[in-house]
């Protein structure tokens, strides 16, 4: 167990559906981080959140979009999916030291 | 901004063999972290090794090392004595930090290595 939780672990949902992909992060960490991995491809940084607050957006889709809650943990609103969006979402913490970057064990996200 | 090449796909080796996985990025800041993640077939992403830019001496994890040269913007992925185990997914990963030791912005992860241990 790493410490950044996530859920679901698995996700089928068909086109034009949304969803929700939740992320604790480990005990501490303030800032979150999502990142979407398709098949055989490498990470894309999407956004990071720190304290709350937004702090560096990536490749996002504007379909996509996501908040940190007071209690820091972390949701990312997929909508309007597309065949394209299947992939697996990691999100990762930190407690912004060289020590502290821990993944999830990632949500893996088909649409069919 | 700053990038992340590994510019092996793909590479393999024999247990109990050494094999050595390269990465090069690209920066004008002099305050940074490096790592190398790995990710077997079940996906997690598991970190491997760090380093302080700042730090000469090269980092050791048990069976994994780096060679670290900052002015050539090289780090590469010693792994000696190859276990099957070590068959993964590798990714070279950089995120800048300040003076004071802290990181910012995001992490920035090369395109990965597939390595595969052969028995």
């Given at each position: ?5 996530q859920t679901p672990k698995?996700l ?9 992909l ?66 697996l979402y ?16 990632g949500t893996r996200l088909?649409?069919? | ?119």
């Amino acid at each position: 167990d790493s410490g950044v939780t996530q859920t679901p672990k698995h996700l089928i949902t068909a086109t034009g559906q949304r969803v929700t992909l939740r992320c604790s992060p480990r005990s501490g960490d303030l800032s979150v981080y999502w990142y979407q991995q398709s098949l055989d491809q490498g990470l894309q940084f999407l956004i990071q959140y720190y304290n709350g607050e937004e702090r560096a957006k990536g490749n996002i889709l504007e379909r996509f979009s996501a908040q940190q809650f007071p209690d820091l943990h972390s949701e990312l609103n997929l909508s309007s999916l597309e065949l394209g969006d299947s992939a697996l979402y990691f999100c990762a913490s930190s407690d912004s030291s060289l020590y502290g970057y821990t993944f999830g064990s990632g949500t893996r996200l088909t649409v069919v | 901004a700053q990038t992340v090449t590994q510019s092996q796909p793909e590479m393999s080796v024999q247990e109990a063999e050494t094999v050595t996985l390269s990465c090069t990025y690209d920066t004008s800041e002099n305050n940074y972290y490096l790592f190398w993640y790995k990710q077997p077939p079940s996906r997690q992403m598991i970190l491997v090794i760090r380093q302080e830019a700042y730090k000469q001496q090269n980092a050791t994890e048990n069976r994994f090392s780096v060679n670290f040269q900052k002015a050539a913007k090289s780090f590469s992925l010693k792994i000696s004595d190859s276990q099957l185990g070590d068959t993964a997914m590798y990714f070279c990963a950089f995120i800048l930090s300040n003076a004071g030791g802290t990181s910012y912005g995001k992490l920035t992860f090369g395109q990965g290595t597939i390595l595969t241990v052969h028995p």
